[in-house]
Nanobody
Framework: QVQLAESGGGLVQPGGSLRLSCAVS????????TGWYCQAPGKERELVAE???????TYADSVKGRSTISRDNGKRMVYLQMNNLEPEDTAVYYCNVNFMAGVSRYDFWGSGTQVTVSS
């Protein structure tokens, strides 16, 4: 059973920074694609950033240049460093790991951590 636990959310002023962390237990971490999604009130959950097992990264346009995703396979951790935060970044942030088995994709989610950007 794969379990994910996020930490690092909180209240931050505009222009500030946060580092989100995600601890992953169970499964074969090294083969997973890992990522962060966010969901603001009344909106769909959407991809913020993703990093594959090979280290290829993808970022949403809204966070490019302001955020960095990284992973530590030895520690089974995923990180999202967010800088120059804006009120529009306010959302619940979810850690995700996924892998393909044949044509099927399997996703696992954390319970989320709240990020609020406000003065």
């Amino acid at each position: 059973q794969v379990q994910l636990a996020e930490s690092g959310g909180g209240l931050v002023q505009p222009g500030g920074s946060l580092r989100l962390s995600c601890a992953v237990s169970g499964g074969i971490f090294s083969i997973y694609t890992t990522g962060w999604y966010c969901q603001a009130p009344g909106k769909e959950r959407e991809l913020v950033a993703e990093i594959t097992s090979g280290g290829i990264t993808t970022y949403a346009d809204s966070v490019k240049g302001r955020s960095t995703i990284s992973r530590d396979n030895g520690k089974r951790m995923v990180y999202l460093q967010m800088n120059n935060l804006e009120p529009e970044d306010t959302a619940v942030y979810y850690c995700n790991v996924n892998f393909m088995a044949g044509v099927s994709r399997y996703d696992f989610w954390g319970s989320g951590t709240q990020v609020t950007v406000s003065s």
